[in-house]
Each structure stands twice: as C-alpha cells, then as structure tokens.
C-alpha cells in the first residue's frame, strides 16, 4: 500500500516501514511511534494511523501524515501532518495533504475528514484552504476544518 505524487511516495508506518525513518534519524513527534502501538493492538488499523511522506528524488523522509486513528461512528476521521521544517514553503504539504484525503474517501469508510490547526498556523491553514476544506470552527487556540466527500 503506497500513494505516489510527481515528487512523493507516501507510505504507512508499520514495524518495517517505520525503519526508512529510524535509518535516518528522522524525529518529528510521537506521530510514528503512537501509530505503531495502534497497529499493534488492531492490525486492522493499517493507514489509519501515521504514513511517512518521502521525497522520490533522494529518498529522504520529510515528514509524516496521516490520521488519527479509525473512522469515527460518523464516518468521519482527522487528518495531521508534519514536514520537517527545511522542506516547508515547497509545495509539499500541500502535495502531500493533497493525496492523502483521496485515501479514505476511496476506502467507503469514511463521509468527511476533519482537521484542525493552530489559529497562528497560517501555512497549514493555507494548505487546507487550497485542498477545499471549510473552515466549520474557530476558538482562542484552534480553527476546525472539514471536507465532505
């Protein structure tokens, strides 16, 4: 199981995969490690957790993506994401974001993805705003986001 843009392939973190990242000493957060412990518990949650995002070009991890576990009983389910800071301003959130929220839609499982960002986070907002998801909820903190199928 893989997604491929003209400058990424996207993967989902498993034990074996997870090592790509570990080879590089790629840290960006709990995001993999988490994900690994769900796979763990519920092997049936195979991309429902974190994916690495790797730059075709050179093979470098450049960050990870994904979600925040199964599908809601709404058939709803959040999307994250984080690109080591050296490749920001590039295109490829947006890129990656971009085929990611394809992903389950695809699958039948899921109605609507759901996000949400730092009301300071202007990049990542912009990366929503470009991938067509509404902004549907703001506090002090935080802008909520979605897109329906």
Known sequence: MKLETERLEIIPCTEETAQIAE???????????????????????LGWGA?????????????DIGFKGNPNVDKQVEVGY??????WSKGYATEAVGA????PFATGKVDAIIAETLSDNLGSMRVLEKLNMQRVGTSEQMVNWKLVK
């Open 82 to 87: 984080g690109l080591l800071k050296e490749y």
């Open 100 to 103: 990611i929220i394809q992903w």
């Open 23 to 45: 080879k590089q000493s790629y840290d960006n957060g709990p995001q993999i490690s988490m994900s690994l412990e769900m796979l763990k518990a519920d092997p049936t949650s």
């Open 51 to 63: 994916w690495l995002v790797i730059k075709k070009s050179d093979g470098q991890v450049i960050g």
